[in-house]
């Protein structure tokens, strides 16, 4: 039957399952443990234009594929009039856009939602590099690249830092006559990557040029950056080509990798490509739901989150409930609050969320005495209980339409929110409380009353603060570490503090009885102290 | 001070709501025994039938058809109690001291007629007073008459003794006296007062009103010092002996000592209350650890009273 290891055992895997899950969702789900947490995140747009001319037209994009550091929230490729389709050709991911008929200037749109998350998709594109073929150039080219990479060969120890001097010696500021030559007149960024990769070839190391986008807000008419990456014979490593800084940078977009076209465009004439990027912020939770979805995570699939929205707000003060309930466990056990109805500071709490405190308060006040005036009345005509509640019922109802009604006439629309209080708790309370004046008197009344409102106010104050509304309802499995909570409480055998109240006196007494073999010796001695009354 | 230590409560063994509810009465009272001691009606039965003084039942009434024999059922009697089976904290209790023909007298000298009666009795049969509202039964039982003794230190009404049984043996007793505060009610939170016992002789030991130490009856100005319960030795194995009769471990016994009868079992309680402590100026724990750590033997209700008596001797 009951064993104590067992009950902390099975109180330990509560604990457990509920941090644990608690701390799956935050680390692994990215949902943040403290509400109004922010993300960053940036929207790209794509605006590709063309000249049609009046032939069927068929866009062909490439799209970024898993960019590393990056979470696709979510993308739009809508254009009026072009069909649309993706396409995913071994790792490179294309958009196409198709029209019948396209007349004069045409703009198609694509728009990307990411934000930046350290980490993700960094093994992504590791494959190994293809045959390398040498680059061929002509004369008087082939002496002075071949001088070059020599030169460059003999300055470096392995492919990384041939890379990195290579890069240093295309950008410097007074480039050698060789580089001179190669770079001819115009070194334009995608030239340079392009004589880059072509020179590498020549020293046997494989690369291929990579392009991307800073991302900056506000950012329009933006062009791809290029950068190159080579292959070290174990992994892909990337370069900003015009300052030779090695890594994926911060704030970066990368969006293709490999020498495919960026746009091609069939049917049309003139076609440029332009980025604007806008950053904007978004609560964090939203987007860890979202990205839980795509990603199909079953925390997130088999969650409240998968609910309508009016259910999911049901929830919302369903799941506060619990935390009220561990407020009352705390006030009668902990404390020795005395309530008039074990869970009605709840319901009161919860009603008071609806109304707000102060109006809920005198609502509460108000409707609670002219009840028991009323009820009063009743007990003289020797009721049955279900008659008397029933008839409690119906005057709380009067009450309430009555100061609704009046509220309504003399301007405080405050009052009409008396229709959130549970009427038939109102009832009850009044019949205790009335039957509780009988059998004990006021005081105990003002005593039980006074407990149960001070309750339902520590409990909605607990319910509507903000971190305790966020978690109970982004975390439910802490639902099981308040109920691991509550069940040690249940076993707590400890002094209330009202009790260190109430046994005061017999403490000051001065007699202390604690080991068993004494009791009988300090009892005899007892009788000669005052605490006997025999000379008092 | 106004608040104490929980260390110092622990070092005078004072135990707490919380201990009492789950290591005493969820611990030692059964659930399903609650119906025994919840009843009146019940408690009484089984008590009679295991040979224990109660108050003489003089008949019950179960259904509304049977207010109709209520005169004829009362014809034979002078003085009775008539009180609701699953009543409870005093409710519904009428006690009628004397009559003439169809007038009925409460100890007050109120007057009550005949249909009063039916009445009454209607409102009991309905549930009015049983906690939950259910249908009850209501008794009718012959009226106690309190000892002499206790004429000096009562306001109003029969003082009880509650004994508190721990696995059949007495370890702490406390007798209740109504005061004008209380209005003629023997509840202590209502400020009826309490008076410890010790549990060897009977003798008063310390009184408490509303939890905090007296020396006199409020209302008589009488020394409690000066109290002696009568018939003591004939008391605690009676109390004693309703550990057989309900099978509950942490058992409250109440009990009223009749004029002519001597001590009679009034009513049983599972969850008897803490101030029993208050009256008595000191903790229940180490006595209820000491019975804990008696060998688990068979014994009488006789030699139980009398291992208690030598155990928690307060006065030598």
Do not use: C
């Given at each position: 039957m009951y064993s104590r290891p067992k009950f902390l055992l099975f109180v330990l895997l509560l604990l457990v399952a509920g941090f644990g899950l608690t701390l799956y969702k935050h680390f692994a789900l990215g949902f943040p443990l403290w509400p109004g947490e922010r993300t960053q995140v940036w929207t790209i747009e794509a605006k590709i234009e063309f000249e049609a001319q009046g032939e069927p037209a068929l866009v062909s994009f490439t799209l970024p594929n898993n960019p590393p550091g990056l979470v696709i929230l979510g993308e739009d490729f809508a254009s009026p009039n072009y069909g649309f389709a993706e396409l995913n050709q071994s790792d490179q991911r294309r958009a196409q856009w198709s029209t019948r008929q396209a007349t004069e200037k045409q703009t198609v749109y694509y728009r990307l939602d990411v934000y930046e998350k350290p980490g993700e998709n960094a093994n992504i594109n590791n494959e190994a590099p293809e045959q390398i073929i040498a680059a061929e150039f002509e004369e008087p080219f082939r002496t002075a690249a071949t001088t070059l990479v020599n030169?460059?060969?003999?300055?470096?120890?392995?492919?990384?830092?041939?890379?990195?001097?290579?890069?240093?010696?295309?950008?410097?500021?007074?480039?050698?006559?060789?580089?001179?030559?190669?770079?001819?007149?115009?070194?334009?960024?995608?030239?340079?990557?392009?004589?880059?990769?072509?020179?590498?070839?020549?020293?046997?190391?494989?690369?291929?040029?990579?392009?991307?986008?800073?991302?900056?807000?506000?950012?329009?008419?933006?062009?791809?950056?290029?950068?190159?990456?080579?292959?070290?014979?174990?992994?892909?490593?990337?370069?900003?080509?015009?300052?030779?800084?090695?890594?994926?940078?911060?704030?970066?977009?990368?969006?293709?990798?490999?020498?495919?076209?960026?746009?091609?465009?069939?049917?049309?004439?003139?076609?440029?490509?332009?980025?604007?990027?806008?950053?904007?912020?978004?609560?964090?939770?939203?987007?860890?739901?979202?990205?839980?979805?795509?990603?199909?995570?079953?925390?997130?699939?088999?969650?409240?989150?998968?609910?309508?929205?009016?259910?999911?707000?049901?929830?919302?003060?369903?799941?506060?409930?619990?935390?009220?309930?561990?407020?009352?466990?705390?006030?009668?056990?902990?404390?020795?609050?005395?309530?008039?109805?074990?869970?009605?500071?709840?319901?009161?709490?919860?009603?008071?969320?609806?109304?707000?405190?102060?109006?809920?308060?005198?609502?509460?006040?108000?409707v609670v005495s002219a009840g028991l005036l009323i009820r009063s009345y009743l007990s003289h005509l020797n009721l049955l209980l279900v008659a008397r509640i029933s008839a409690v019922i119906i005057v709380v109802i009067g009450l309430m339409s009555i100061m609704s009604i009046v509220s309504q006439k003399l301007g405080f629309s405050q009052a009409l929110t008396v229709t959130f209080f549970p009427m038939i708790i109102l009832a009850w309370t009044i019949e205790r409380m009335s039957i509780l004046w009988e059998e004990d008197g006021p005081k105990e009344v003002l005593i039980q009353g006074g407990g149960s409102l001070f309750v339902a106010t520590l409990a909605y104050l607990c319910m509507t603060n903000r971190v305790v509304e966020y978690l109970t309802f982004n975390f439910p499995e802490l639902l099981f570490v308040n109920l691991a909570c509550i069940l040690l409480l249940g076993q707590y055998t400890g002094y209330r503090l009202t009790e260190l109240r109430r046994f005061q006196p017999i403490a000051d007494s001065g007699q202390i009885t604690i080991d068993d073999e004494s009791i009988a010796a300090s009892d005899h001695k007892a009788a000669d102290d005052n605490n006997v009354l025999h000379k008092s | 001070?106004?608040?104490?230590?929980?260390?110092?409560?622990?070092?005078?063994?004072?135990?707490?709501?919380?201990?009492?509810?789950?290591?005493?009465?969820?611990?030692?009272?059964?659930?399903?025994?609650?119906?025994?001691?919840?009843?009146?009606?019940?408690?009484?039965?089984?008590?009679?039938?295991?040979?224990?003084?109660?108050?003489?039942?003089?008949?019950?009434?179960?259904?509304?058809?049977?207010?109709?024999?209520?005169?004829?059922?009362?014809?034979?009697?002078?003085?009775?109690?008539?009180?609701?089976?699953?009543?409870?904290?005093?409710?519904?209790?009428?006690?009628?001291?004397?009559?003439?023909?169809?007038?009925?007298?409460?100890?007050?000298?109120?007057?009550?007629?005949?249909?009063?009666?039916?009445?009454?009795?209607?409102?009991?049969?309905?549930?009015?007073?049983?906690?939950?509202?259910?249908?009850?039964?209501?008794?009718?039982?012959?009226?106690?008459?309190?000892?002499?003794?206790?004429?000096?230190?009562?306001?109003?009404?029969?003082?009880?003794?509650?004994?508190?049984?721990?696995?059949?043996?007495?370890?702490?007793a406390m007798l209740r006296l109504a005061t004008h505060a209380s209005d003629g009610k023997a509840n202590l939170h209502q400020g009826a007062v309490g008076v410890g016992i010790d549990l060897a002789t009977g003798q008063a030991l310390h009184a408490v009103q509303h939890d905090r130490p007296i020396y006199q009856h409020p209302d008589t100005q009488r020394e409690f010092s000066e109290l002696h319960i009568p018939d003591w030795d004939k008391l605690l194995p009676l109390a004693a002996a309703c550990y057989e009769v309900t099978g509950l471990g942490y058992l409250g016994v109440d009990i009223v000592i009749d004029k002519n009868r001597g001590p009679l079992i009034l009513e049983l309680n599972a969850r008897p209350g803490l101030a029993i402590q208050m009256a008595n100026g000191t903790g229940i724990t180490p006595r209820l650890k000491q019975i804990e750590s008696l060998a688990q033997q068979q014994r009488t209700p006789e030699q139980r009273a009398q291992i208690s008596r030598e155990l928690f001797a307060r006065i030598s």
């Open positions: 030169e460059l060969q003999q300055r470096s120890s392995d492919v990384r830092t041939l890379t990195l001097e290579l890069l240093k010696t295309l950008n410097s500021d007074s480039p050698s006559q060789n580089i001179r030559l190669l770079l001819g007149d115009r070194p334009g960024e995608s030239y340079k990557a392009k004589l880059a990769i072509k020179l590498l070839s020549l020293a046997d190391v494989p690369a291929r040029k990579v392009r991307g986008l800073f991302l900056e807000s506000g950012r329009r008419r933006q062009a791809l950056k290029s950068f190159i990456e080579i292959h070290d014979g174990k992994q892909w490593r990337l370069f900003n080509q015009s300052t030779a800084e090695e890594g994926i940078p911060e704030h970066f977009i990368l969006w293709q990798r490999g020498g495919q076209s960026l746009l091609d465009i069939e049917g049309g004439r003139h076609s440029k490509v332009h980025f604007s990027i806008i950053e904007n912020s978004h609560s964090a939770r939203k987007i860890a739901v979202r990205s839980g979805e795509d990603a199909k995570a079953a925390l997130i699939d088999f969650s409240i989150y998968s609910l309508p929205i009016e259910e999911q707000n049901a929830f919302k003060s369903i799941l506060l409930v619990p935390i009220g309930a561990i407020i009352v466990v705390l006030m009668r056990i902990l404390v020795g609050i005395r309530t008039s109805g074990t869970f009605m500071p709840i319901l009161i709490a919860l009603a008071f969320i609806k109304t707000s405190l102060l109006t809920g308060l005198f609502i509460f006040i108000f | 001070m106004f608040f104490t230590s929980p260390k110092q409560l622990h070092a005078h063994g004072i135990m707490g709501m919380n201990r009492r509810n789950v290591e005493y009465v969820a611990a030692h009272n059964p659930r399903h025994l609650y119906p025994l001691v919840d009843n009146k009606l019940k408690t009484k039965l089984l008590a009679e039938k295991a040979n224990i003084a109660v108050p003489k039942l003089l008949g019950t009434l179960r259904y509304q058809h049977d207010v109709r024999d209520l005169h004829s059922q009362l014809l034979p009697h002078e003085k009775f109690v008539i009180k609701p089976a699953k009543g409870s904290g005093g409710k519904g209790i009428l006690v009628i001291a004397e009559r003439e023909h169809d007038v009925y007298f409460k100890p007050s000298e109120e007057a009550i007629s005949h249909d009063d009666l039916e009445r009454h009795v209607t409102n009991i049969l309905s549930g009015l007073y049983s906690l939950s509202g259910t249908p009850d039964i209501a008794m009718i039982e012959a009226m106690i008459e309190a000892h002499n003794i206790f004429d000096a230190y009562s306001f109003e009404g029969v003082p009880d003794i509650r004994v508190i049984i721990f696995k059949g043996y007495p370890v702490m």
